[in-house]
């Protein structure tokens, strides 16, 4: 969406906060010997005590409030009785939500306790690399240039980028125009991030794979070729001046 008065920059603003704090609190809780639901159905109370609706499930009927994707789990991860977090675990959580008639949408990947499985560094390069992105992004700016900037960061430090999962316009519905922020400098794309318009801007970081498939559940996405995915995401507002980070609340790149 484009924002055009002060009533819109407020309502995006509000359910920015919503799922900034939901994401927050959910990492916060999250604790070895949880299963995901429980993790999940957390979120879910948080979503509801806000006044706030779960995107996914709006959207597509996804089978949660919250999509967790835990170890090899790329993303879109359903929240299961039959998933156990363990110590060490790498774990995504993607919240997005509506409220007010306007949508919002975050994630962020962290490891839950002692890095004892080494996912440290790639979760530290998708937050530095999402950090240098935003870092990029005013009015005029190509969007393939962005993507240009996180792929050859990526490469620098080691780790690959996803290339059929991208950022996202959004703010009247879960995913608007522009459709693809891609990670990677798409020369077929010569959109420009325009001043006032909303959009989710979010890294897929992996350590094998470019390229993510679909498990049989429907919905749970792993890497074709293996491996881990990192994924760190705000919806910040376009100015000339930058990036407003509507959803900073959730302390990515702080």
């Not at 999509?67 to 959580?93: A, M, Q, W, Y």
């Not at 306790?113 to 998708?126: E, T, Y």
């Not at 992996?206 to 429907?218: E, F, M, N, P, W």
Request: one cysteine or more.
């Amino acid at each position: 969406m484009s924002v055009t008065n002060e009533r819109e920059l407020t309502g995006m603003e509000r359910v920015s906060d919503v799922v900034a704090c939901t994401l927050r609190e959910m990492m916060e809780y999250a604790r070895p010997g949880m299963t995901t639901k429980e993790l999940d159905d957390f979120g879910g109370r948080l979503l509801a005590k806000f006044g706030a609706r779960s995107a996914p499930y709006l959207t597509y009927r996804f089978p949660g409030h919250t999509c967790i994707s835990i170890r090899n789990e790329f993303c879109h991860g359903i929240p299961s009785t039959r998933k156990v977090l363990e110590e060490g675990d790498l774990i995504n959580i993607d919240v997005s939500a509506e409220l007010g008639g306007f949508w919002a949408d975050n994630g962020a990947s962290f490891v839950l306790g002692p890095d004892i499985h080494g996912h440290g560094r790639l979760v530290s390069a998708s937050e530095r690399i999402l950090g240098m992105a935003l870092s990029a992004i005013t009015d005029g700016v190509r969007i393939a240039d962005v993507g240009g900037i996180m792929e050859a960061e990526a490469k620098r430090s080691g780790f690959k980028v996803v290339r059929n999962l991208t950022g996202h316009g959004v703010g009247r519905s879960l995913h608007e125009e522009p459709s693809e922020i891609a990670n990677y400098r798409d020369v077929f794309n010569r959109r420009r991030f325009k001043k006032n318009s909303v959009v989710a801007v979010e890294t897929f970081i992996a350590t094998d794979s470019s390229i993510a498939v679909t498990l049989r559940d429907g919905w749970t996405m792993v890497g074709n070729k293996g491996g881990y995915m990192a994924q760190h995401e705000h919806t910040v507002m376009v100015t000339e001046a930058g990036p407003l980070i509507l959803t900073h609340k959730n302390g990515v790149c702080a």
